[in-house]
């Protein structure tokens, strides 16, 4: 048995052997081990199989369980806890599911990560339980507390925000990228969800990229915090 294994399980052989007045010699030559194998087992670094375990038992006048019990492990330590607002089109996350956090317009809003086969998603927390309407969820957090409000939350599916992130590293913020297409990026920018968003929409009536999308889903009189990242062979 694996040592590893060995250190899951305590047992109270030395005892009751002791109790009953018999040797580790004379055990062990009940039950067809060696002496060694005794004193290895009543060490803890050795678990015996199936039937030494009843052959000692049965010896012992006792119950396998009352000899061999799994080791209490101590408690996980709790995660901090925050209450968050999930950016929407994040209604297949799940429990247990990585989040990154961005304060948006006094909002702590999570955006679900990414995640990619060969390697572990930028993440600051799981998902612990989402409410009933599947806006808001509870989130644990890795670390007692996070600066947020040094971030960036963009929609968009660009390439090109990657070259943005760099320049916005220089300035000490960080981005947080959402992956959404063009037309859901500026929806999420209409209700206030995200800082940014991309966009790469070309205008099959006027050939012009991006404008056209935006003046319909944007009154003039209306601010919004903007980047149009233009890829006219884009849609």
Not at 11 to 38: C, D, H, M, P
Not at 186 to 196: D, N
């Amino acid at each position: 048995m694996k040592k590893r294994a060995a250190a899951e399980v305590e047992n109270r052989l030395s005892g009751l052997r002791r109790k009953r007045g018999f040797s580790a010699a004379w055990l062990a030559n009940a039950v067809g081990v060696s002496r060694q194998t005794i004193y290895a087992i009543e060490g803890g670094s050795y678990v015996p199989n199936t039937a030494v375990a009843l052959r000692l038992a049965g010896l012992l006048e006792a119950r396998v369980e009352d000899l061999f019990t799994l080791a209490e492990k101590a408690p996980a330590q709790d995660l901090p806890s925050r209450d968050v607002v999930l950016l929407p089109g994040s209604d297949l996350v799940e429990q247990g599911q990585p989040v990154q956090l961005c304060r948006v317009d006094g909002h702590l809003v999570a955006s679900a990560s990414s995640a990619a086969p060969c390697f572990f998603p930028a993440s600051d927390g799981i998902v612990a339980g989402k409410a009933s309407g599947g806006r808001k969820a509870k989130v644990r957090l890795y670390a007692e507390d996070g600066d947020f409000g040094k971030r960036i939350l963009i929609a968009g599916c660009d390439p090109g925000i990657s070259v943005l992130a760099r320049h916005a590293a220089a300035a000490g913020l960080e981005l947080v990228l959402a992956h959404r297409n063009s037309s859901q990026a500026l929806s999420l920018l209409k209700e206030g969800a995200v800082h940014i968003a991309g966009t790469h929409l070309r205008d099959e009536a006027s050939g012009e990229s991006n404008l056209p999308a935006i003046r319909r889903m944007f009154p003039r009189s209306a601010s919004w915090a903007l980047i149009v990242t233009i890829c006219p062979w884009g849609r």
